[in-house]
């Protein structure tokens, strides 16, 4: 079982505020990403990091940011919280394989999410 | 039209079936295949990896890549109570970090 960690699991917050979600993992992979996670449909990538001090964004728009200060954490923060921002948000890391090409071709290992209610 | 096709169930099962599960994409170029078990309130278990075609087994579950029809499915053998969750493939393209893309997921149930 991967060990990914997502904190707060549940957490209901107001309009307006500033939410950090938090995501560390301890097996020292360099890739990490956010997914946006709705029912029906498919999962989302919002933001992804190869490594310290590197991140993109997504194919969803967003008005998250997240940042990569070391190897092991990802926090994603939400500056002003909305109602639309209610959904599931997981987290997950990705192995560096064997070589370097190969390291592109492992694949995702999630955290358990935090369940994001914005009323 | 979307990259991954998943029927989203959901598929009720009595306990010891077989239980095959979906999933056709359009890109002919996903070379590696996921499938993941999500139970409720949980995070995404990975439970297969298997590149390009043909057969991976583990335990209970087989999986099976049929590129030339753009088609994987999973298979799960003596399906238990503890099976029931939802399933979601996912594919990747080669060599790129972050083109992963999934499936809508099936709700599977088994029966006792």
């Known amino acids: 079982e991967a060990d990914i960690y997502q904190t707060p699991r549940y957490l209901v917050i107001g309009t307006g505020k500033k939410i950090t979600l938090e995501c560390s993992q301890t097996m020292g992979h360099d890739k990490m990403y956010w997914y946006q996670q709705d029912p029906g449909m498919e999962l989302h990538l919002i933001h992804y990091s190869y490594g310290v001090n590197s991140t993109e964004k997504g194919d969803l728009s967003s008005e998250s940011t997240v940042s990569r200060i070391r190897t092991e954490h990802f926090p994603l923060t939400l500056e002003s919280a909305r109602p639309s921002h209610t959904s599931q948000y997981l987290c997950?890391?990705?192995?560096?394989?064997?070589?370097?090409?190969?390291?592109?071709?492992?694949?995702?290992?999630f955290g358990n999410g935090t369940r994001l209610t914005v009323t | 039209q979307k990259e991954v096709e998943q029927d989203p169930g959901p598929l009720s099962v009595p306990e010891g079936a077989i239980v095959s599960l979906n999933c056709t994409y359009s890109n002919s170029a996903f070379q590696y295949f996921m499938w993941y078990r999500q139970y409720s309130r949980k995070g995404p278990e990975l439970l297969m990896y298997?590149?390009?075609?043909g057969n991976k087994e583990d335990g209970r579950f087989t999986a099976q890549v049929d590129k030339s029809s753009k088609y994987i499915s999973l298979f799960i053998r003596d399906s238990q109570p503890s099976d029931s969750a939802t399933y979601l493939c996912a594919m990747r393209l080669p060599n790129t970090g972050n083109q992963f893309y999934f499936g809508t997921g099936t709700s599977l149930t088994v029966i006792p």
């Open positions: 997950a890391s990705s192995p560096q394989g064997e070589g370097r090409r190969s390291s592109y071709n492992s694949p995702l290992h």
């Open positions: 298997t590149y390009s075609s």
